[in-house]
């Protein structure tokens, strides 16, 4: 979680892998789409900066966080070559259980793409009590778990690629 002195987008670039034949693919919830849209900025950003070329990074959008699971799923079988994958979402805390449902069916949706395949899923899913706390992380005063995502995208790509020798 993030507290106050911490910003999610600080990390040491010299301490990162080479990136530039990387390709990463990154789903997208258009639900809360102000906050996700900051995600992805933040992730994108930060994948170019880090040299992986624009046409090495596929987007797709799906409905909300709980479709995220099948839009990994289906990235996964689609791109083969796909060094890893960020899943961007953002669930708010509402009056009723369901933000409790979503999160658990998200993170352990996550969790077994990552048991049950080669390709790192990268989980970039804000799971928020109210809406600053999601400005906030979304390239606020937090800074942006984009950012973070794309940074432990890089990394677990090169784990991946080094575990196959």
Known sequence: MATEGNN????????LPDAKDFRIGIVVAEWNEEITEGLYQGAYNTLIEQQVEPNKIVRWN????YELIYGCKKMQE??????AIIAIGSVIKGETK???FVCEAVSHGIKDL??????????CVLTDNNMQ????????????????????????AQLCKDARF
């Open 8 to 15: 999610l987008s600080d990390y040491d670039k010299e301490k």
């Open 62 to 65: 799906v409905p909300g966080s």
């Open 78 to 83: 689609s791109f083969d070559m796909l060094d």
């Open 98 to 100: 369901h933000f409790d």
């Open 114 to 123: 990552n048991i049950q395949n080669d390709t790192p899923i990268i989980f």
């Open 133 to 156: 706390q999601a400005i906030d992380r979304s390239g606020g005063k937090h800074g942006n778990k984009g950012t973070e995502a794309a940074v432990a995208a890089i990394k677990m």
